[in-house]
């Protein structure tokens, strides 16, 4: 019982991030670009206030194999946040996921640890209360197009585009995001910390 109630919050919290996320997504399709960029990180900020959990967050924290079922949660609960959030139809998110879909897939990938690393640096940026280091770091990942699967699963929704091809592009951009994040992290910290921040998560 003690489980299942512990899931269901965790669901509820990736559910929350997702709409942050899906929030900070709409506003940037509605401004110009530069401005968007920038406008984007409400959802990111939103994320950090409400406390909740959005997966390119929490990836680079949560590296044991046993914590999988627990990643996979919190990718389940964005997904349904985000569709909550962009369950209407969105003519620019076409015009997005058309040009993402037009890259090869190796440079997604590169682009999507680009992003999961400069998230990493968001999330500690935060744990310093450095907020605007935050807007600034996530201003520069979306001004520079990079690939943060959150995000991209908006756009996906938003542009009712649910094809193979887009499915096969998200996947990269998820593994993309974790690689840059554990990367980032281990670089930062070493190769042997992490577990209180892991326990402080998962719990």
């Known amino acids: 019982m003690i489980m299942k109630k512990r899931v269901l919050q965790q669901t509820l919290k990736a559910v929350v991030a997702g709409i942050s996320i899906g929030?900070?997504?709409?506003a940037y399709m509605?401004?110009?670009p530069v401005v968007g960029s920038f406008v984007f990180s409400v959802g990111i900020l939103l994320v950090f206030i409400m406390d909740s959990y959005l997966y390119t967050g929490i990836v680079p924290y949560?590296?044991?194999?046993r914590e999988i079922p627990f990643l996979l949660?919190?990718?389940?609960?964005?997904a349904i946040g985000s569709t909550i959030m962009l369950a209407f139809d969105t003519p620019m998110a076409e015009v997005i996921m058309n040009q993402k879909l037009s890259e090869p897939l190796y440079l997604s990938f590169v682009e999507a640890a680009l992003c999961g690393m400069l998230i990493y640096s968001a999330v500690e940026a935060k744990k310093?209360?450095?907020?605007?280091?935050?807007?600034?770091?996530v201003g520069v990942f979306v001004l520079l197009g990079l690939e943060h699967s959150i995000a991209n699963m908006c756009y996906m929704v938003g542009a009712r585009m649910f094809t193979l091809e887009a499915l096969l592009h998200l996947v990269i951009v998820i593994i993309g995001n974790a690689f840059g994040g554990i990367i980032s992290r281990k670089v930062h910290v070493g190769f042997d910390a992490g577990s209180k921040d892991r326990k402080?998560?998962?719990e």
């Open 23 to 26: 929030l900070g997504a709409y």
């Open 73 to 78: 949660n919190v990718v389940l609960g964005n």
């Open 62 to 65: 949560t590296t044991k194999v």
């Open 128 to 137: 310093k209360c450095n907020y605007i280091g935050v807007i600034l770091v």
């Open 200 to 202: 402080r998560l998962i």
């Open 30 to 32: 509605s401004c110009p």
